[in-house]
């Protein structure tokens, strides 16, 4: 099992004829993902061919669902267009959107949330790498050959931490991974993928991927002391970072004491969960929770 994604994910790629959007989908595809066709009003009724299928391009995400059963949509268009395009998706009543773009404006993303909220459309993003659920489905721009199947899941808002983690436990391998972004305003939360997680019976332990800035760390260790059963391991980017000064994602907002690093691990160590003080010591205790456990 995984969350969000699975095998039998059906895949619309929004700007898939752009120069991102083919790299992509060409590693989606060599990775068993079903994309099952693109989405630009320009080149609608054109097939793209890549090595493992030709995949059709529709002029709207209703076309693609009506044509294909298409579940899930990643979104690769630039930052002025992704208001319309996710919220033409939830209109179209897809089941996930999965937003890649980055410098998204706050105001557009707040609208085009609320919109796919009401709608009932889940949105991963903006400004993330999407996610993967091992030998199964990958949405998005993670690697897909750095880790396998397995039993941790993973949510993350940095790109590049959720890479090295799935590495440092290539041996032991993931359910679902899930880069959620860090910009100030994202669709999916870390207490999100925490209630999935732990409703998910193939997850045995979560690793938990923060960073400096607002308090997303502090409610999701609020969460997981009241709701969360299952192991959870942790790790703060940014204990290094020099005060005063503004650095990394959109969201990485820091003032006086709220929003560090510390004032982070200190609320999920209260709450249980072991922190490493380095991503590769965060693996060691992911590897020692599992030995303790076995």
């Not at 039993?151 to 090295?164: A, E």
């Not at 870390?190 to 732990?198: E, M, S, V, W």
Request: hydrophobic share 40%; charged share 20%.
């Amino acid at each position: 099992m995984a969350i969000h994604l699975t095998k039998e994910s059906k895949i619309l790629v929004q700007g898939m004829t752009g120069g991102e959007g083919m790299k992509h989908t060409r590693r989606m595809l060599a990775a068993g993902t079903n994309v099952v066709g693109g989405v630009n009003p320009r080149k609608a009724g054109r097939t793209v061919d890549f090595t493992e299928r030709s995949v059709p391009v529709f002029g709207s995400v209703a076309e693609g669902m009506d044509a294909t059963g298409a579940d899930v949509t990643v979104v690769f268009v630039p930052p002025a267009s992704t208001k319309a395009a996710v919220t033409e998706a939830a209109d179209a009543g897809i089941g996930l959107a999965v937003v890649i773009t980055e410098g998204v404006p706050v105001h557009d993303s707040v609208a085009f949330l609320a919109h796919a909220r009401r709608r009932g459309t889940r949105v991963i993003g903006p400004n993330c790498p999407g996610l993967i659920s091992p030998g199964q489905s990958n949405a998005g721009i993670i690697p897909a050959d750095i880790t396998k199947p397995g039993r941790i899941g993973l949510v993350s808002k940095s790109g590049t931490l959720t890479y090295q983690l799935m590495y440092e436990l290539r041996d032991i391998g993931f359910s679902t991974c899930v880069g959620i972004g860090g910009d100030p305003v994202v669709g999916t939360t870390h207490i999100d993928c925490l209630a999935a997680f732990q409703d998910d019976p193939d997850t045995d332990l979560i690793v938990l991927i923060g960073e400096i800035g607002g308090d997303a760390e502090e409610r999701a260790a609020a969460y997981i002391r009241d709701h969360v059963t299952k192991p959870v391991v942790g790790y703060i980017a940014g204990f290094t970072a020099p005060e005063g000064r503004t650095m990394g994602h959109a969201g990485a907002i820091v003032s006086g004491s709220s929003g560090t690093a510390r004032s982070k691990q200190r609320a999920l160590e209260a709450a249980g969960v072991r922190v490493g003080g380095t991503p590769t010591e965060t693996a060691r205790q992911v590897l020692a929770v599992l030995d303790a456990g076995s």
